[in-house]
């Protein structure tokens, strides 16, 4: 079985619970027992769960360093 990436942020992992956890309060079945449990407590925990695709692709890889192009100063625009 292949293995799910992990969040590569926090904030990230904020914003796939919140969208999940709307999910949730349109009807959306939970995939673990929920309940008396909030819709965002529930969504957490299917992510810490790695049950929830959050679908953003492969984190972003580092792309290679160019050196800073030397550009000439412009004076500022006076009106």
Known sequence: M???????????????????????????????????????????EELDNKLVDWGYGPPPQPQPEEAPAAEEPQPAEVH
């Open 2 to 44: 292949e293995e799910k990436p992990t969040m590569d942020s926090k904030f990230r992992r904020v914003l796939v619970a919140a969208s999940r956890a709307e999910q949730l309060m349109r009807g959306a079945r939970p995939k673990v027992e929920a309940g008396k449990r909030k819709p965002t407590r529930v969504a957490l």
